[in-house]
């Protein structure tokens, strides 16, 4: 579904994607882990189209979407959810959510709220109020629903976990899991995110350093002392 070869990319003249290349399958979640700084989000915004690729290219179900505008990949079906949620606080959870069918998903607008609410049904009851008003973990519902209501067919979710209560935290990747959909998992909690993907891939200085099933990962001591704190 999502192929990249040899990506490099940056910040003006600044690489910091050093010819990195990954792929996902259809249906598939895959888990991208690394430290801060160690350049997934430069990776996840040059993959929407946020920053241009230095080199390299970037295919969406077989379609070069290499220097595409990010409103076209998004109507292509590729779906950011950014890090720190980045909802706006002023408008309504019901806003909120239905500008996620702004670009796509517009004319099933609400058999998607519907299904977005089966979902995260907490956000229900929570529609009339405004975004800024609601805790962290309801935030971070509200910013994944958001992604939802574009009939995504590749949910990136950028940090989900950062903030919350180690018990919002395995509810928000218990959801994940149920999602049925093609996700690029990209977190610094390793534990959960090994327990929920296919595949993971380690990040460090721009570039892959390892890939492989969770089992083949865990398996390296190595990597395990090193990279993901195990």
């Known amino acids: 579904?999502?192929?990249?070869?040899?990506?490099?990319?940056?910040?003006?003249?600044?690489?910091?994607?050093?010819?990195?290349?990954?792929?996902?399958?259809?249906?598939?979640?895959?888990?991208?882990?690394?430290s801060n700084g160690a350049g997934k989000s430069t990776l996840n915004?040059?993959?929407?189209?946020?920053?241009?690729?230095?080199?390299?290219?970037?295919?969406?179900?077989?379609?070069?979407?290499?220097?595409?505008?990010?409103?076209?990949?998004?109507?292509?079906?590729?779906?950011?959810?950014?890090e720190g949620r980045r909802v706006f606080p002023d408008l309504s959870v019901l806003e909120n959510l239905e500008l996620g069918s702004y670009r796509r998903g517009r004319e099933h607008r609400s058999a998607n709220l519907e299904k977005t609410l089966l979902t995260f049904p907490?956000?229900?009851?929570?529609?009339?109020?405004?975004?800024?008003?609601?805790?962290?973990?309801?935030?971070?519902?509200?910013?994944?629903?958001?992604?939802?209501?574009?009939?995504p067919k590749l949910l990136i979710l950028d940090e989900p976990s950062l903030g919350?209560?180690?018990?919002?935290?395995?509810e928000l990747f218990s959801l994940i899991k149920q999602l049925k959909l093609s996700v690029l998992l990209v977190e610094q909690n390793v534990g959960q995110s090994l327990e929920v993907a296919q595949r993971a891939y380690v990040m460090e200085n721009g570039a892959i350093l390892f890939h492989g099933t969770p089992q083949e990962l865990l398996a390296n001591p190595d990597l395990k002392r090193a990279y993901l704190g195990l």
Do not use: W
């Open 164 to 170: 919350l209560s180690p018990l919002l935290v395995e």
């Open 45 to 82: 915004n040059t993959i929407c189209g946020l920053f241009p690729a230095f080199s390299g290219r970037v295919s969406f179900e077989g379609r070069d979407i290499t220097r595409a505008r990010p409103a076209d990949i998004v109507a292509a079906g590729l779906v950011q959810v950014p």
């Open 122 to 151: 907490k956000l229900k009851n929570l529609l009339a109020r405004t975004a800024g008003t609601l805790s962290g973990g309801e935030q971070q519902m509200l910013a994944i629903g958001r992604g939802l209501m574009a009939e």
């Open 1 to 34: 579904m999502l192929e990249i070869t040899n990506l490099r990319g940056g910040y003006g003249r600044v690489e910091v994607l050093r010819g990195l290349s990954l792929e996902i399958h259809s249906g598939e979640i895959v888990a991208l882990l690394g």
